[in-house]
């Protein structure tokens, strides 16, 4: 495995993978200002959860999704104050 480098691309794929959850929290986290700007973070839920292909995604908490439903949530509630 040394020989290999099997570690070193271990290592690479967990940056990877960490930098991936990081960019999805920091997506989810993004409070939309407007409806344009929640049409874009849906599209970027689509892109990093899945949705338009067939696979798997169980792996990944849908935390995109839950920011784009509690952006379009308090839209709607401000907009009827």
Do not use: W
Not at 17 to 22: I, K, N, S, T
Not at 64 to 69: D, I, Y
């Amino acid at each position: 495995m040394d020989g290999s480098n099997f570690f070193a691309t271990q290592d690479a794929h967990e940056v990877a993978c960490r930098a991936h959850r990081d960019a999805r929290k920091a997506i989810a986290e993004y409070r939309a200002r407007d409806m344009n700007e929640l049409a874009h973070k849906a599209c970027l839920v689509c892109v990093f959860e899945g949705g338009f292909d067939d696979k798997p995604r169980g792996y990944l908490k849908p935390i995109m999704a839950m920011g784009v439903a509690l952006d379009l949530a308090r839209m709607s509630t401000s907009a009827s104050s």
